[in-house]
C-alpha cells in the first residue's frame, strides 16, 4: 500500500480504517496524526508522524487477528 501523497488518496485510506476500526479499537489511538491532515484549510504537511500512524496501522491491518479465519472449534 502506497504512502498518500495527497488528501485524496489519504481519505480513501482513512475509509478503508475506519471499517476495520471495529475488529482493533486500538486503532483511534494511532489516527489523530492522519485526521488532522484531511481538515479543511489545513495544508498538506506529510510528517514523520503521519509516517509512523501511517506504517502501524499498515501493521495492524496485516496482524493476524485480522487475516485468520474464524474457527468455532477453538
Known sequence: MPTPKDVSSLRSFMGLISYYSVFLPSMHN???????LHGKDVPWVWSS???A???????M????LLLTHYDPGL
Request: glycine residues 0%; proline residues 10%.
Open 30 to 36: 494511532v489516527r489523530p496524526p492522519l485526521n488532522h
Open 61 to 64: 491491518l496485516s496482524s493476524d
Open 53 to 59: 500512524a501511517f506504517c502501524q496501522l499498515k501493521s
Open 49 to 51: 508522524e503521519c509516517e
